[in-house]
């Protein structure tokens, strides 16, 4: 097959947004996915999307025929559902797969080219650099060569997962920092959900561990209901939320299921690097999801936003070096990987936490509600809360989880003080990293 200038190896959300850019932008673009047409998008999710997503990437409104429902806040219960915290925002619930279509359709359009049901298998590397990708479909195998290779296989991270070891851009990723997530659609039968503009997040360690369940309505009627728990636990997804549908009121009205099924995610700070020779990696094959509550969608559309635009950039100056597309992690850490790399060391505390000690924070309101959105999107605790905690903790005499938590917020300032200060070139990668684990290992060893 023909060369291309750019080769987009998955067309879930983060490669189609970046065919769609690419295709725009008048790039000879091809999009491979080992799904048919009618599956696009189809992997299992919860379906919920910020607003601002899709302004910050780049993409027109949505069309009606994308939003299944509207969100004007997410409740987060406490364990026990004593306390729920209310916190208002933008947002929607998706139908994925009019979503890919939508963009899909609109690059094919912009002359886009989409090779679908065909098996990527592995990347094609000559002299040290990624050129192409060898796949395999219904009419045998094929080879696409590119200038670039985008890698959004998701966490399947088909190419990424078979690079040189010793190129940055290889680095795996351990089952702690992984989740694993199992998800229904189910549509009451005579039930209607109360304010289905209103998503729902239930903290349960015990039934849910180092996760969550949810309980999205997608229209009064239907809802994207889920556990998700920490994969290195070993824990069946499936299992807990068998036990939760027996067990909960939300689940004792009638109801069919109209989508059953599960998957993992990556649930911690972004990749060190996107970056490697002749290939970036995008979305979930990049660790690019919010650790905090899983979020990937949003920011595997940025992602891809960003490295459409650099690499614009460097075809135009002539050079597709690892040092002119450096410029898709600077521009992604600081503007987003601080702040997850923050909510990642949040995460890491949570997981720690026993019911009691998530039930009593939170029925204290140790922080506070209006202060659970800025914490949760800027990756900060702010320092009026930490004053606040001084004088309620020593109160009530919890000088432990007071020091924790000062450790907390010590440790997420740090991490995005380093990730704001991720080197303008490849050279300075080693030393970045060899500080970034330094920091993660004293954390570590302070949490206990
Ligand atoms: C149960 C669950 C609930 C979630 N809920 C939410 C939520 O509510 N909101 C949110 O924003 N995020 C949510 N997420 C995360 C979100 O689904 C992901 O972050 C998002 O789908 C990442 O997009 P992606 O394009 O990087 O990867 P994917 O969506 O995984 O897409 C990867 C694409 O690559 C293709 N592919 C893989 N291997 C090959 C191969 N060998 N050859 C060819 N093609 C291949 C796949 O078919 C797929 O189309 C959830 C995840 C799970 C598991």
Known sequence: MGEYDVVVAGLGPAGTVALWHLARRGFRVIGVDMRGP????????????????????????????????????????????????????????????????????????????????????????????????????????????????????????????????????????????????????????????????????????????????????????????????????????????????????????????????????????????????????????????????????GYAFRAAYIAARVFEEAYEAGDISVEALWRLNVEYMRAIGARQAALDVFRIFLQRLSNSDISYGMEKRLIPEQDIYYTSSEGDISVSVIEKLNIILRGLRRPSLLARLKTVAHYMKLVKKHYNAYPDTPAGLKSWVRRLEEIYAEYRSKLG
Not at 72 to 97: L, N, T
Not at 259 to 275: E, F, H, W
């Open 38 to 297: 009618g599956t696009l998008w189809g992997k299992p999710c919860g379906d919920a999307l910020g607003a601002h997503h899709v302004r910050e990437a780049g993409l027109p409104p949505l069309p009606s025929a994308v939003v299944k429902n509207r969100v004007e806040a997410i409740d987060v219960y406490s364990p026990g559902e004593k306390v729920r915290y209310r916190v208002r925002g933008e947002g929607y619930i998706i139908d994925r797969e009019a979503m890919g279509k939508w963009l899909l359709e609109d690059a094919v359009n912009h002359g886009a080219e989409v090779l679908l049901s065909t098996h990527i298998v592995a990347p094609l590397i000559e002299k040290g650099r990624v050129v192409g990708v060898r796949a395999r479909g219904g009419g045998g195998p094929v080879e696409l060569r590119g200038r670039l290779v985008v890698e959004a296989t998701g966490f399947t991270r088909v190419l990424r997962s078979k690079l040189p070891g010793e190129w940055p851009i290889a680095e795996d990723i351990s089952s702690e920092d992984t989740n694993i997530a199992y998800r229904e659609v189910i549509v009451y039968e005579d039930y209607e959900v109360e304010e289905p503009s209103v998503i729902r997040i239930y903290i349960d360690q015990e039934l849910a561990p180092g996760g969550y369940w949810w309980f999205f309505p997608e229209s009064p009627t239907s809802v994207n209901a889920g556990v998700g728990v920490q994969a290195s636990l070993g824990i069946n997804p499936r299992e807990r939320y068998q036990r939760l549908v027996k067990t909960h009121r939300l689940f004792s009205r009638r109801f069919h299921v109209a989508k059953a099924a599960g998957a993992p995610l990556p649930t911690r700070r972004p990749s060190n690097s996107m970056v490697g020779p002749g290939i970036v990696a995008i979305g979930d094959a990049a660790y690019t999801v919010n650790p905090l509550h899983g979020g990937g969608m």
